[in-house]
């Protein structure tokens, strides 16, 4: 048998699809119980921040995460007159992510990611032209692998921007729900300058290699 308890955070949002988009936030607090059957003991919160002691080469430790997403949102801006307008046009939203993981244990995965994004929605005051809606960065990135779930977090910064609207960092928050070893869905979003929020991303992705 055993005990779990501790806060729960939750963020309800239509994810900048739409506006008004306002939110609504809970805070809980959860207790439960649980009885294991099979009476498999489980390893501790301590094993989880235990470095990988294992003899290997460092290549033989990374995992190569190739992540293709697509979504819509609305828009938001200051016109000349200093006025917010609110735009509920659906604005098609694409990128890539080539996001190397080094596995530091079981667990913990840390690395770098090159991410690539096109967004309909951008610049689009300035002259018109497809390079105007894209931009380059790179960002820094941590996983929680867990049995089917990965929660990868990241911050990173637009190398290549045309246009002022993607300019600057931005975070980065996926759920990957692994349906093989390697195949995976991906729900995750986006943030643009600050807490600005940018954009949902729903796609698929596929790790190479798995560490030996």
């Known amino acids: 048998w055993s005990l779990f308890f501790g806060p729960e955070y939750t963020h309800f949002s239509n994810g900048d699809t739409m506006f008004p988009n306002g939110g609504a936030n809970t805070i809980n607090f959860r207790v439960g119980t649980r009885c294991d059957i ?89 002259k018109q032209s497809a390079i105007k809606h894209c931009a380059a960065g790179v960002s820094i990135r941590g996983e929680i692998s867990m049995p089917i779930f990965s ?32 195949l995976f869905l991906n729900v995750g979003y986006r943030l643009g300058q600050t807490n600005y929020a940018h954009n949902m991303m729903f796609g698929l992705g596929w790790r190479f290699r798995k560490p030996l």
């Open 38 to 126: 099979s009476g498999n003991k489980e390893d501790g919160v301590e094993k989880i921040f235990e470095f990988d002691g294992k003899e290997r080469q460092f290549a033989d430790n990374l995992t190569y995460d190739i992540t293709a997403f697509g979504a819509w949102r609305a828009d938001r801006y200051m016109d000349n007159d200093g006025r917010l307008v609110i735009d509920n046009n659906a604005y098609a939203v694409a990128g890539m992510h080539f996001n190397p993981l080094y596995h530091l244990n079981d667990y913990l995965l840390a690395g770098a990611s090159l991410d690539m994004m096109y967004d309909a929605s951008a610049n689009r005051h300035f």
């Open 151 to 182: 929660v990868n977090v990241g911050a990173g910064y637009n190398l290549l921007h045309y246009g002022p609207d993607l300019k600057g960092f931005y975070g980065l928050f996926s759920l990957k729900a692994f349906l093989t070893g390697n």
